[in-house]
Structure formats: C-alpha cells, structure tokens
C-alpha cells in the first residue's frame, strides 16, 4: 500500500496525450495528483537502470517518497511478454499490443495511484520506446499515438543518447550476447548480429530525434561517465522539484 511520506507538489489535473474523448482513461476524468512523473529513456544499455537508482537514492535522502517502474513490470502482463519474445515469428502489431497492455496495467495500478500519494514516479522508459519501435518496424506513427492517448504527460521526460558502438560494447561486457529483438534481428537489416544492432539501434536513434521535438524530450550526452551523466541529471529534476514544490 502507498504511503502519504511526502508531496511533491501541490494538486493538480493531470495531462493526457489524447484531445477530447481520446484523452485519458475515461472513469479518471476528475482525478488529481499531487506526485511528479518524470521518464528516462535510452537505448538498451545507455545505463537508465544506474542512473534511476542513484536518483531514487537522492530523492529519498532529500525527503521525496518514490517509486519505480518500467516497462515488462506489469504483474497481470509482464511475465507474457517475456514468454511471447520466445516466439520470434511474433507480430509487429501483435507485439506492440502486448506492450501497451503492460503499460496501461502498470499507469492504472501503479503509477496513477502513486502520484496521488505524492510520490515521484521515476520511469525506466515509457511509451516513446514503444513508438520508436513500432515507427522502426513500419507501424505508422499516428496509430501509435492513437494508441497511448491515454497516456499521462509525464513532468520531465530525459533521453541518454549513447553512441551505438559505445552500446553494444556496454552489451557484450553485460550479458555476453546480443538480444533478438534489441537487434532488431527480426527485421533482417543483416545476417551478422553485430552489424544488425549497429543499424537498429541508428534507426531508432533517428526516430528519438523526431520524439524528441514532438515530445519535448531532453537530451542528455550518455556517453560520457555515470557519475557526470547523474550530476546533469540530479541537478534538472532538482531544480524542477524545487519550482513544483
């Protein structure tokens, strides 16, 4: 159960990506919050997980009640993700499905509450990944905008641009291997894997700088050392507490 520890800001409607009867989750229409949503998005092993921990450290040293979230975490849908990646002949569309089901599983039960409390909900990746992917896969764009216009509008939205080179060797020293998808090897853009992580994650490189401009994502260099990339970062969401608070 959330707990009221502290607010970080005063109440407020929410806003929602969709216009009009798009917008929101329906039942929610008169919903306040109190809690600051702020997102980190990234390529796979651009170090969002470090800095979220250091930053959830800080946060909670300097008084603010947080919690974390990130997608495949649902409860009701999370473990079928990682069971239907199994199958690799899986759908584009069919695969996007599965990963807005997480999503709105975890913004209903999680995330929306926990803004009520007061918390700062700090995200590992949100939906603009889903979207970069679902573009990158020949999705249109508007249909997936369409599909997370229920979607909340998070307060700060951060990008680590992290050069894909400097990834996959992040990858390698990781897990010794290259995922299927994080390759973007169901795309056939090359037999070689190494090369099909290079040209996928250039791909989704390319449509971040579209969100970017859409979206107001702010971009934050991740390549260079973790403790200079949470410095940047520390010092933005502070001084936005601050003004919230």
Known sequence: MLSDLAHAGSKRRPLWYGNGKFGGIPYLNDLEISGRLVVIEGPDASGRSSQIEMITTRLEADGFAVLNTGLKRSELIGDGILEAKQNVSLGKRTNALFYAADFADQLEHKIIPAL??????????????????????????????????????????FYLDVDPFKLVHRVFEKHQSLDYYESGADLGLSNDMFESFILYQRRLAKEFEFLKQKYSLISVDGNKPADQVNLSLQKQISRFLAKAT
Do not use: E, K
């Open 116 to 157: 009520q409390a007061g918390y700062v909900v700090l995200a590992d990746r949100y939906v603009y990944t889903l979207m970069a992917r679902n573009t990158v896969r020949g999705i249109r764009r508007q249909w997936s905008a369409d599909l997370f216009s229920f979607a909340l509008v998070p307060d700060l939205i």
